[in-house]
């Protein structure tokens, strides 16, 4: 790596001073598990890095109106150890116990994890299902929210601007928390980078499903939601034959490529095994 300037900002003011001044050539950092090794093998060689861990006030798990907030430098761990997380989004808490080692949430951070935009990132196919906004911070106080479903646009590419930093996450507090599920498959056991995941969440009037949200990992450019199979699954009972039929119709929306941890086909098959059985065990009950 080339020697470069590292600037660890106390405000955000200084943050888009610093920004202004590089013209596009900083990148952000804060836990560095994403940035540090893209930097070793040579993918981004950025002028100045900006530390943002020392920004207080941009960690933090908060109820707020109705809505849970989570500050963009909130660790993976502290979102998993969270009650109010597991209160209120059972299937982000399973995805943050899930993802990586422990010493990787210690210091990966929600946001970090989001701005990356891997198609396999973890928090974002619970935060899609949950519907989650991206709330961001520019120069001149320009800042933004943003549907997390139109954040993603590329492997690695988001619609964040070059002086646009994530601040926070929201979501609106579910009817009903526990009609949820998250599923991960892994080569190895469920904190290796995922071959596919998937998360479901379910608002049930009996049999009847009024509303359904399905998100994918890993199985596309970017995390997606899959909306042809949610409709399916808001045309009234859940029944054996709308889980199947759900778990043909996402075959559909997924573009899986094939690379060193699984084939193509084997990732179009596995999301719609996956699915059925995220669907089965809402219906069983949900996340535990």
Known sequence: MDEMEHLNPKDLEEVFRAIKETKGQAKFIAGCTNVIPNMRAGVISPELLIDLSGLEDLAHIRE??????????????????????????????????????????????????????????????????MEASVHTERTGGRGRKISLDKFFIGPHQTVLEDDEIITQITFSKPKDPA???????????????????????????????????????????????????????????????????????????????????????????????LLKRAILQVLDGGER
Request: charged letters at 20%; aromatic letters at 2%.
């Open 64 to 129: 707020e109106n109705g809505s849970i907030a989570i500050g963009a430098l909130t660790t993976i761990s502290e979102v998993a150890a969270s009650g109010l997380i597991r209160n209120q989004s059972p299937i982000l808490s399973s995805a943050a116990g899930s993802l990586g080692n422990p010493l990787t949430r210690n210091r990966a951070t929600i946001g970090g994890n989001l701005a990356d935009a891997s198609p396999a990132a973890d928090m974002a196919p619970p935060l899609l299902a």
């Open 179 to 273: 009609n949820g599920s998250y599923i991960k498959l892994g080569l190895r056991d469920s904190m290796a980078i995922s071959v596919a995941s998937v998360a479901v969440m379910l608002e049930m009037e009996g049999k009847v499903c009024r509303k359904g949200r399905v998100a994918l990992g890993s199985v596309a450019p970017t995390p997606i939601r899959a909306y042809h199979t949610e409709q399916r699954l808001e045309q009234g009972e859940i029944d054996g034959n709308t889980v199947e039929e759900c778990s043909a119709i996402v075959q559909k929306e997924i573009f899986p490529i094939s690379d060193i941890r699984a084939t193509d086909k084997y990732r179009n098959s596995i999301t719609s095994v």
